[in-house]
């Protein structure tokens, strides 16, 4: 079973960083394609970053994270991560990781194109 483990909410100021991890068992971080998304009470869920694995690797943003977030992974631990810096108050949401169970050729921010999910990690940003 595929199983993912999001830590390192929390609560910050505005201005302030944070870094989500995301544990997986059962997949391995460099098959396919993996993300992040994000849901708070008055939004859908949103795609923020995702890295796909082909023959190069390649990363996607949403527009409104470009340049602050950063996703990277750790092979040899098998994590996934979010880097997030000059959080904002519309950063506020459930953060969740997500990997996708097939090659992906787009859309790589299309919740509908993943599979799998954890339970999330809340960021308050204040």
């Known amino acids: 079973d595929v199983q993912l483990v999001e830590s390192g909410g929390g609560s910050v100021q505005a201005g302030g960083s944070l870094t989500l991890s995301c544990q997986a068992s059962?997949?391995?971080?460099?098959?396919?394609?993996m993300g992040w998304f994000r849901q708070s009470p008055r939004k859908k869920r949103e795609g923020v970053a995702s890295i796909v694995t082909g023959t190069d690797t390649l990363t996607a943003y949403a527009d409104s994270v470009k340049g602050r977030f950063t996703i990277s992974r750790d092979n040899d631990k098998n994590t996934l991560y979010l880097q997030m810096n000059s959080l904002e108050p519309e950063d506020t949401a459930m953060y969740h990781c997500?990997?996708?169970?097939?090659?992906?050729?787009?859309?790589?921010?299309?919740?509908?194109?993943?599979?799998?999910w954890g339970q999330g990690t809340q960021v308050t940003v204040s």
């Open positions: 059962g997949y391995t971080v460099t098959a396919y394609c």
């Open positions: 997500a990997a996708a169970p097939r090659r992906l050729w787009g859309g790589y921010l299309n919740m509908d194109q993943y599979g799998y």
